[in-house]
């Protein structure tokens, strides 16, 4: 709680800094009959920058500082057997006494050490919460005086106040590539793990899947990967039978027919298709199209589960439509009107042209529009779940039910869980593949669509 | 030079409107058969509306009108029962930036004959490719790379091979908007040179922005300003005795 006091009080006191550092430099301009170098808002956001930043740095680093001395002072005048504790165990011991020393209590008896801890901890924390309190003061108030000293006519705040931007913008790119190492850091080291479990080639070119038979050790033949790979791509073929010929007709007609009304009324119309939740499409796909397409399959005496690869695939088509149709719609409109000039003006007809030259031209756009919603299919997940039937095993009847990479991971990764056997790290490792197809088909699909931009600079 | 035979194309009281913009006004013009006639004026006036309405190409824009008459050989090209896309095929137009499909140097050309179904095996179809890029006079700098995309030719060849592609339908008519403001000087004068030649066999309407270069391949001009015909006759006539006082200060420079 005192926190968020602390960070109100930062943000009012930039507000007043600004106002400050605003004023200051009108009044210097004034004394000296000097023009300013900036404008006084510049100047303004130079002391409330100067004032906050040093403040809110002392406080992010104070809190990654504060569970290093906690620690410390937890295991201070500790008996030595917990002392010696470490890893996992020490911080269940520093979770306990935490809670004790902030008034909520564990729900067994805690033992005399840990109160005597927790003890300590709270007056601990009372003194430092003051004096966080008081330096984060003393940090804000000294750059706010310090700046304030610093404004000159001749000072050039603007191009300062241009360089904390850029910093600014440089950490928040940070922080998205920082998150996408970690994550594919943490899955892989879950992955080698579960290869200390499984033998890779039995992973990888396995042809059979049944991983909560084999707890008891041995059988690492059913961790295979392919009758969920099989079911994946089988799904992801029927979306794209379903998305890429509506996709690119929808995107033909609005590029090159629909009156500009339709266009704008259409497009964004179709595009909000995108917005539904894939859980909706979930249960679209088991109460609508399932049952449909198994009815429809009874009139010409074919067996067509509800659940199957057919209705996850067509539901997903459903979904991707939007994505093939928008990306396309665009590359289509990118390809230069002289091409269409030229083709008209030799005697060609509409379709004509849009067959023989506009497509064509659009070509290599579309084929990359097309691979980033493979890679889109790929990952799906709810869908599937919901529609596919779960059955993993390999066979290549899409009337039948299937399990995907995705819908395996779930299955594996939901529930009570120790990341310590194979049937929960499987999870990474399913995981980690998916990730890199994926990855694989994105830098693919984009070196294709920047190439083709490239064509029409 | 005097062109005394019956004209090619007939175009009367031509009225072009954008939406509400009044873009020609009332133009009605003579083009005589297998000679070049340049349409000069400066920029906005009109120009390559006109031109555009020789091929119906201002049919493919939204909120365009056309109303008047244009007569190609006496025939009504804005009657109702006759097809636009067959027009094309008779009328044939190289545009101001040269647009090169993005397909090799021989599909460019073969594009227009097989849509018109202009040929009907392999060896006929290279007949007319080949005799077409003699006529531009590319042949001789890309036989050796036909199969070599027309978007890698440098921008003159471009241009030739639009002009190749626009005569392998054996146009009667071929309209020009400015086909050289894109182009160097050396590449220019290959054009015109190639113009001069065309006329012999082709019925060419050229607009451009450059008077000297209307000079020197027309044989007739006309002067257009603010979407009116301002004054049109041999060119001869127009550049060294024009009778109205808007062409004269256009041609000596004096706006424009
Ligand atoms: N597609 C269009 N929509 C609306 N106005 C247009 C369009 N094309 C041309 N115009 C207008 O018509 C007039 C004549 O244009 P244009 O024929 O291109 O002139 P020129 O070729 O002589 O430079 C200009 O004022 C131009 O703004
Ligand atoms: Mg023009």
Not at chain 1, 31 to 58: N, Q, R, T
Not at chain 1, 263 to 268: C, E, G, L, V, Y
């Amino acid at each position: 709680m005192s926190n968020y006091l602390l960070i109100g009080g930062l943000l009012i006191l930039m507000g007043v800094a600004y106002q400050y550092g605003a004023r200051r430099s009108r009044a210097v301009s004034k004394a000296s009959a000097k023009h300013l170098h900036s404008l006084p808002s510049h100047y303004g956001a130079m002391v409330a920058l100067a004032c906050g930043i040093p403040a809110f740095g002392f406080l992010i680093l104070w809190s990654f500082l504060q569970p290093i001395f906690v620690a410390w002072v937890v295991k201070s005048g500790a008996p030595p057997d917990i002392a010696a504790l470490s890893g996992p165990d020490l911080n269940q011991l520093i979770g306990r006494v935490t809670s004790i020393a902030s008034g909520y209590g564990v729900s067994d008896t805690a033992s005399a050490f840990e109160r005597e801890a927790a003890g300590r901890l709270s007056n601990f924390l009372n003194i430092v919460s003051l004096a966080k309190i008081v330096v984060a003061a003393c940090l804000a108030v000294g750059g706010l005086v310090f700046a304030l000293r610093r404004i000159t006519p001749q000072l050039r705040a603007r191009n300062e106040v241009e360089g904390v931007i850029r910093i600014v913008l440089i950490l928040c790119s940070t922080v998205a590539i920082l998150t996408t190492v970690g994550i594919v850091m943490s899955m892989f080291g879950e992955t080698i793990r579960f290869f200390s479990f499984v033998n890779p080639i039995d992973f990888f070119f396995g042809l059979n899947w049944n991983p909560r038979f084999s707890s008891t050790g041995g059988g690492s033949g059913d961790f295979g990967l392919i009758p969920l790979l099989a079911g994946t791509i089988m799904i992801t073929v029927i979306a794209m039978l379903v998305a890429v010929p509506v996709g690119l007709m929808i995107a033909i007609y609005l590029a090159e027919y629909a009156h500009p009304t339709v266009r704008t009324i259409a497009k964004p119309v179709i595009e909000l298709l995108a917005g539904i939740p894939t859980i909706v499409f979930g249960f679209f796909a088991l109460t609508a199209v399932g049952p449909f397409l198994s009815d429809f399959g009874a009139l010409f005496g074919l067996q067509i589960r509800a659940t199957s690869a057919l209705t996850a695939g067509v539901v997903m088509g459903m979904m991707i439509i939007p994505f093939i149709s928008s990306l396309s719609d665009d590359i289509i409109t990118q390809v230069p009107g002289a091409m269409r000039d030229g083709s008209l003006a030799l005697g060609s007809t509409r379709s004509e042209t849009i067959k023989k030259v506009i497509l064509p031209a659009a070509l290599p756009g579309i084929v990359g529009a097309f691979l980033l919603a493979v890679s889109r299919a790929i990952g799906e997940t709810m869908i599937v779940v919901m529609a596919a039937g779960n059955s993993p095993v390999l066979h290549a009847n899409p009337f039948e039910a299937v399990a995907t990479v995705t819908v395996s991971i779930v299955n594996q990764l939901t529930g009570d869980l120790d990341f310590a056997s194979p049937q929960s790290l499987v999870g990474f490792a399913l995981g980690l593949t998916l990730f890199v197809i994926t990855l694989g088909l994105n830098v693919v699909a984009l070196y294709i669509v920047r190439k083709y931009r490239e064509q029409y600079e | 030079m005097s062109v005394q035979t019956k004209p090619k194309v007939v175009a009367k009281d031509v009225n072009v409107y954008y939406g509400d913009k009044h873009a020609l006004k009332n133009v009605s013009v003579n083009i005589p058969e297998r000679a070049v006639t340049a349409f000069i004026g400066p920029s906005g006036c009109g120009k390559s509306t006109f031109l555009r309405c020789f091929n119906r190409m201002n049919d493919t824009v939204d909120g365009a009108r056309v109303v008047g008459s244009i007569q190609i050989d006496d025939q009504d090209i804005y009657d109702p029962d006759l097809d636009p896309v067959q027009l094309r095929a008779r009328v044939g137009m190289v545009f101001q930036k040269p647009n090169p499909f993005p397909k090799s140097i021989f599909e460019n050309v073969a594009y227009g004959p097989r849509i018109h179904g202009l040929a009907h095996a392999k060896p006929d179809m290279e007949e007319i490719v080949v005799s077409s890029l003699r006529k531009a006079g590319l042949f001789e700098e890309v036989k050796d790379r036909l199969h070599e995309s027309g978007t890698g030719l440098s921008g003159g060849q471009q241009q030739r091979l639009c002009i190749a592609r626009a005569i392998a339908v054996s146009p009667e008519v071929i309209l020009m908007d400015e086909p050289c403001s894109a182009l160097d000087p050396i590449a220019t004068a290959r054009i015109e040179e190639l113009i001069a030649e065309l006329r012999e066999n082709f019925t060419i309407v050229i607009v451009t922005h450059s008077m000297q270069q209307a000079a020197r391949v027309s044989q007739r001009t006309a002067f257009f300003h603010l979407g009116i015909l301002v004054e049109e006759g041999t060119t001869d006539d127009i550049f060294t005795n024009p009778q109205e006082k808007r062409t004269q200060d256009y041609i000596t420079g004096r706006f424009g």
